[in-house]
């Protein structure tokens, strides 16, 4: 296979965290179009449901599993249900995070310790949940969600510059340690997209926003399309030998 058909995901297993959100479950659907089976992970049942049925609509079967990413146990025993119901583990899309806009001398330190809590170790426990029936069979596709964020700072973001930047670097590691066993590690570095994440932060701030899209050479914000051409892509066969990367889908804004 040297063109198009390494970009199918037919038969194959992805598991989805933070499947319930905005750019979640438009992974999800990306994922399904492309052939795959879709295991969604997230704390509120209903956004689940929602995401889950898309994903059946495309012919792609579909499961739940309500669970906290920040809980180690909890990512196991997740492994388990999903392998045990689909027998298989390709892809894991870490994408569930959070987000806190207070300034560095502001945030609580229990705040600042969430924000790490699930977007850092949240991943690490997926990581170590799902990377290993990868490794076993010798096959895999880690995709980290991170963002413009993980490669630069921003005021009154520092858990979440923190968190990004330590999700890419993670993934960067993992690469190393099992890239000799066939699963590969990548970083989305994402500009701003509108979602529930931050719809209140862009109506209340016009002004930051209106930055980032005056130094975006694209000239706009992202769509959550935009992102789903790039995670196809790490998540399939065709990214075969790109790992510990970050492939940042941000119009051009860290070009410069
Ligand atoms: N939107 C952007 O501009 C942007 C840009 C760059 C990167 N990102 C990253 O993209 C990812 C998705 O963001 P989004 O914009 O789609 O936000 P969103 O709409 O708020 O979705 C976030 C998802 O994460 C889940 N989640 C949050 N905490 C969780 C936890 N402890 N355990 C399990 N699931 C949890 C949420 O579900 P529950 O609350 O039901 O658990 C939800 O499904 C995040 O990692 C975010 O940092 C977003």
Do not use: W
Request: aromatic share 6%.
């Amino acid at each position: 296979m040297t063109g198009i058909a390494r970009f199918a995901l037919d038969g194959q297993v992805a598991v989805v965290t933070g499947g319930g959100g905005g750019l979640g479950s438009a992974g999800a659907l990306a994922l399904a179009e492309a052939g795959a089976d879709v295991a969604l992970i997230a704390r509120n049942r209903a956004k689940l449901e929602d995401a889950a049925r898309a994903v059946e609509a495309t012919g792609r079967r579909a499961m739940i599993v309500e669970a906290d990413v920040s809980d180690a146990d909890g990512m196991i025993a997740a492994a388990t249900e999903i392998e045990a119901a689909f027998g298989r583990i390709d892809i894991l899309f870490n994408n569930a995070g959070i987000t806190n806009p207070q300034s560095v001398l502001d945030i609580a330190p229990e705040d600042f310790m969430r924000i790490l809590d699930v977007n850092v170790a949240g991943a690490f426990h997926a990581i170590r949940a799902f990377a290993r029936p990868m490794i076993a069979r010798g096959y895999g596709r880690i995709i980290n969600m991170g963002s413009i964020l993980s490669g630069r700072g921003m005021a009154n973001r520092g858990a979440y510059c923190a968190s990004k930047a330590g999700l890419a670097n993670l993934g960067a590691a993992c690469a190393f340690e099992f890239g000799p066993s066939g699963v590969t590690v990548n970083t989305l570095g994402a500009t701003v997209i509108v979602t529930d994440l931050n719809r209140e932060l862009v109506r209340t701030q016009p002004e930051l926003y209106a930055k980032v899209v005056q130094r975006t050479p694209l000239g706009r914000l992202g769509e959550v399309e935009d992102l789903m051409g790039a995670l196809l892509f790490l998540a399939s066969p065709a990214s075969g030998f790109v790992t510990g990367q970050t492939l940042f889908v941000d119009g051009g804004y860290t070009a410069g």
